[in-house]
């Protein structure tokens, strides 16, 4: 009996180990001080039932896998008491009514999204960062959908799902302080301000030099015009080329020469 009891407690200590180790074996991405804006937009039949608004979380206190801070929401219509609202959740568990805005960092193909009932289905590109996808509920909506979370920190990027085509659910990263780079559809932007800024140079270097040419014309120094015809003096005959050598006579120019 004694060594029965012993493989016992020996077995709930593996279990015990085993638990503990699955709960350090997540990571948290995120720390105080983070905070993520979303885009949040609910498509009607009609646009008077199209609502859009933006959502914010703030980090204030990470203690892995526990974390908390403050959630605000700008929607019409919709309105948390008070605001900013605290909120506080668990990563390894996916316990706390926030909890879909962050799950564990660096999961990968197969692994477990904990609260979510599902796995990570595919990994694919979002902007510049890499992003885990899984059919999932959304924590805007509650609804099932595709949903996309950032690899390396966890945070939400993107959900998207519909009541049967009637209405429309989305909620997108919009401005984060965690990472720089550009977000998706943001490099379209970038590359058309970087056009329109290279048009507008050309068409200013263009007229500046028009104009210089133009006052240069305005301010030419043009040669004066030749003297008006006057009455010439006749020249000196041949048969009076002798005698006009060095002489001025008879109205003739001086310019006779032998």
């Given amino acids: 009996m004694k060594g029965f009891g012993f493989s016992i407690i020996l077995l709930t200590c593996f279990l015990l180990i085993g638990n503990v180790s699955a709960v350090l074996g997540y990571t948290c991405g995120v720390r105080s001080g983070d905070y993520m804006r979303y885009n949040v937009s609910i498509l009607g039949p009609v646009y008077s039932d199209s609502i859009k608004g933006s959502i914010k979380l703030t980090i204030q206190s990470v203690v892995c896998p526990h974390v908390s801070g403050t959630y605000e929401a700008s929607v019409q219509g919709y309105s948390?008491?008070?605001?900013?609202?605290?909120?506080?959740?668990?990563?390894?568990?996916?316990?706390?009514?926030?909890?879909?805005?962050?799950?564990?960092?660096?999961?990968?193909?197969?692994?477990?999204?904990?609260?979510?009932?599902?796995?990570?289905?595919?990994?694919?590109?979002?902007?510049?960062?890499?992003?885990?996808?899984?059919?999932?509920?959304?924590?805007?909506?509650?609804?099932?959908?595709?949903?996309?979370?950032?690899?390396?920190?966890g945070v939400l990027f993107e959900a998207k799902n519909s009541t049967g085509g009637t209405y429309t659910y989305s909620i997108v990263?919009?401005?984060?302080?965690?990472?720089?780079?550009?977000?998706?559809?943001?490099?379209?932007?970038?590359?058309?301000?970087?056009?329109?800024?290279?048009?507008?140079?050309?068409?200013?270097?263009?007229?500046?030099?028009?104009?210089?040419?133009?006052?240069?014309?305005?301010?030419?120094?043009?040669?004066?015009?030749?003297?008006?015809?006057?009455?010439?003096?006749?020249?000196?005959?041949?048969?009076?080329?002798?005698?006009c050598i060095g002489q001025h006579q008879k109205g003739y120019r001086h310019d006779c020469k032998k």
Wanted: positive net charge.
């Fill in 173 to 243: 990263l919009a401005k984060t302080n965690m990472w720089s780079g550009a977000f998706p559809g943001w490099w379209i932007l970038i590359v058309i301000a970087a056009v329109v800024a290279v048009i507008l140079t050309v068409t200013v270097l263009m007229l500046r030099r028009k104009k210089t040419l133009s006052n240069q014309s305005s301010t030419r120094v043009h040669p004066p015009p030749p003297p008006l015809p006057t009455a010439a003096t006749p020249a000196c005959p041949a048969f009076y080329r002798p005698l």
């Fill in 80 to 153: 948390v008491t008070p605001q900013p609202e605290p909120f506080s959740l668990d990563i390894s568990a996916g316990i706390g009514e926030y909890g879909g805005y962050i799950i564990p960092a660096n999961l990968t193909f197969g692994n477990t999204v904990p609260g979510e009932g599902t796995t990570v289905q595919s990994i694919a590109d979002w902007g510049e960062r890499k992003a885990i996808q899984a059919n999932a509920t959304s924590p805007f909506s509650r609804l099932e959908g595709q949903i996309c979370w950032d690899q390396l920190t």
